[in-house]
T-cell receptor
Framework: QKEVEQDPGPLSVPEGAIVSLNCTYS??????FMWYRQYSRKGPELLMY????GNKEDGRFTAQVDKSSKYISLFIRDSQPSDSATYLC????????????FGQGTELSVKP | NAGVTQTPKFQVLKTGQSMTLQCAQDMNHEYMSWYRQDPGMGLRLIHY???????DQGEVPNGYNVSRSTTEDFPLRLLSAAPSQTSVYFCASSYQQGVYEKLFFGSGTQLSVL
């Protein structure tokens, strides 16, 4: 079993829809949770990060962490065609020198 | 600033050949790492470095070597290429900001081993 599980999709939604992306994990020691966005043929870029349980909002994006259930989510409100990308969740312990554990990534397509 | 620069962008090798993937960063980050990305597997850590002269293995280190002689450069060497090493390779550099570690990725090297 992988440490981090993420449904690879693909997920296709109409423009303006609310998108929910999710990951589950098995290592209860993870403290830091991140979402990366990767456009086709590009490197991943950090979208959001959260520490421990709770919610964090940044514009149309909300990251949610439930450590008791070992479950994290990313919500995208009012989705746009420019949000079409692969979204990867990632997790780590503290100060790991670049050691992140990634999910498989979910491919999202937002149709105009 | 250029950020994280990877070369080459594309490479085709024959089984058994060796090569070096180059990675350089100009952000003075202490941490650097190499990941490979395969369909359905996400990103998997190959090797990482917490500073010049210090390297360690990640999840999938077999068949790869690294060294870190300077803060800026972190090359990845394929010793004897195998078809299983066909993948997209990403180099990243990172720093610690408070409790968060922020990774910055290069644009990737697409490698095919025939």
């Amino acid at each position: 079993q992988k440490e981090v599980e993420q449904d690879p999709g693909p997920l296709s939604v109409p423009e303006g829809a609310i998108v929910s992306l999710n990951c589950t994990y098995s290592n209860s020691a993870f403290q830091y949770f991140m979402w990366y966005r990767q456009y086709s043929r590009k490197g991943p870029e950090l979208l959001m990060y959260t520490y421990s349980s709770g919610n964090k909002e940044d514009g149309r994006f909300t990251a949610q962490v439930d450590k008791s259930s070992k479950y994290i989510s990313l919500f995208i409100r009012d989705s746009q065609p420019s949000d079409s990308a692969t979204y990867l969740c990632a997790m780590s312990l503290y100060n790991q020198g670049g050691k992140l554990i990634f999910g498989q990534g979910t491919e999202l397509s937002v149709k105009p | 600033n250029a950020g994280v620069t990877q070369t080459p962008k594309f490479q085709v090798l024959k089984t058994g050949q060796s090569m070096t993937l180059q990675c350089a960063q100009d952000m003075n980050h202490e941490y650097m790492s190499w990941y490979r990305q395969d369909p359905g597997m996400g990103l998997r850590l190959i090797h990482y470095s917490v500073g010049a002269g210090i390297t360690d293995q990640g999840e999938v280190p077999n068949g790869y070597n690294v060294s870190r002689s300077t803060t800026e450069d972190f090359p990845l060497r394929l010793l004897s290429a195998a078809p299983s090493q066909t993948s997209v390779y990403f180099c990243a550099s990172s720093y610690q900001q408070g409790v968060y570690e922020k990774l910055f990725f290069g644009s990737g090297t697409q490698l095919s081993v025939l």
